[in-house]
């Protein structure tokens, strides 16, 4: 699964999920005319209007993304592009897709707001693991039409002070070259699949008769299901 992608799905998901704590949260909780915020000094404050405006947000899914696009090749009207060249022409953007492992990959245009928000979060999420200043971070995954990797290349070179090791799948740079670059450099972080992960735990002792641990790998980013 892609960034992109994601990024709207887990969007669409959080936006659902909100309405469903808020309506039973504050709903429950606020039973009179009003709730203020005594430190607000007039700003803020929650208005027992709040679960009933939540539930009135629009909310998609990526099959809503899916049946745009079928309908308005390539890019779909939901971007809200009044024309694809006057986009291009005013916002330097990226082409990215989906994997396309449930069907035909989807096009996604990224600009430097979606650049800028999927290097945040996947730096973010790097931070909250331990990853800091000064550590190294392979990527055993290709800078390609997917998003993934060039977020996590960016959340470690403009966000977090590290170095992005962009070796890409074994497919560019082999799994024994791979491990080769880890030993040689003192790499201390990944973020590649669980099955390329076990992979290279293999490739460590079968091909340079080695332990994997002797990496002394901080942290592992993955991604299941």
């Given at each position: 699964?892609?960034?992109?992608?994601?990024?709207?799905?887990?969007?669409?998901?959080?936006?659902?999920?909100?309405?469903?704590?808020?309506?039973?949260?504050?709903?429950?909780?606020?039973?009179?005319?009003?709730?203020?915020?005594?430190?607000?000094?007039?700003?803020?404050?929650?208005?027992?209007?709040?679960?009933?405006?939540?539930?009135?947000?629009?909310?998609?899914?990526?099959?809503?993304?899916?049946?745009?696009?079928?309908?308005?090749?390539?890019?779909?009207?939901?971007?809200?592009?009044?024309?694809?060249?006057?986009?291009?022409?005013?916002?330097?953007?990226?082409?990215?897709?989906?994997?396309?492992?449930?069907?035909?990959?989807?096009?996604?245009?990224?600009?430097?707001?979606?650049?800028?928000?999927?290097?945040?979060?996947a730096a973010r999420a790097?931070?909250?693991?331990?990853?800091?200043?000064?550590?190294?971070?392979q990527i055993p995954a290709?800078?390609?039409?997917?998003?993934?990797?060039?977020?996590?290349?960016?959340?470690?070179?403009?966000?977090?002070?590290?170095?992005?090791?962009?070796?890409?799948?074994?497919?560019?740079?082999?799994?024994?070259?791979?491990?080769?670059?880890?030993?040689?450099?003192?790499?201390?972080?990944?973020?590649?699949?669980?099955?390329?992960?076990?992979?290279?735990?293999?490739?460590?002792?079968?091909?340079?008769?080695?332990?994997?641990?002797?990496?002394?790998?901080?942290?592992?980013?993955?991604?299941?299901?």
């Open positions: 699964m892609q960034i992109g992608v994601a990024l709207v799905t887990a969007v669409s998901a959080l936006a659902a999920s909100i309405k469903g704590q808020i309506d039973s949260t504050f709903t429950s909780q606020f039973k009179g005319d009003f709730a203020i915020n005594t430190g607000a000094r007039g700003f803020g404050g929650l208005s027992p209007l709040l679960a009933d405006d939540i539930n009135k947000l629009p909310t998609f899914n990526s099959e809503d993304i899916k049946n745009d696009q079928a309908a308005h090749p390539p890019f779909g009207v939901l971007p809200g592009y009044e024309g694809l060249h006057q986009h291009l022409v005013t916002t330097p953007s990226r082409l990215q897709s989906s994997g396309g492992t449930t069907g035909k990959p989807r096009f996604t245009l990224q600009g430097t707001v979606e650049n800028e928000v999927c290097a945040i979060s790097l931070w909250i693991q331990g990853a800091r200043p000064g550590d190294m971070l290709t800078n390609s039409l997917a998003a993934l990797p060039w977020a996590y290349a960016k959340a470690c070179t403009e966000y977090l002070g590290m170095l992005p090791i962009t070796t890409g799948s074994g497919v560019v740079t082999p799994t024994r070259r791979q491990l080769e670059i880890a030993f040689d450099l003192g790499v201390n972080c990944w973020m590649s699949f669980p099955e390329y992960l076990n992979r290279l735990a293999q490739g460590a002792k079968e091909e340079l008769g080695r332990d994997i641990r002797e990496l002394k790998t901080k942290l592992i980013t993955t991604f299941l299901g």
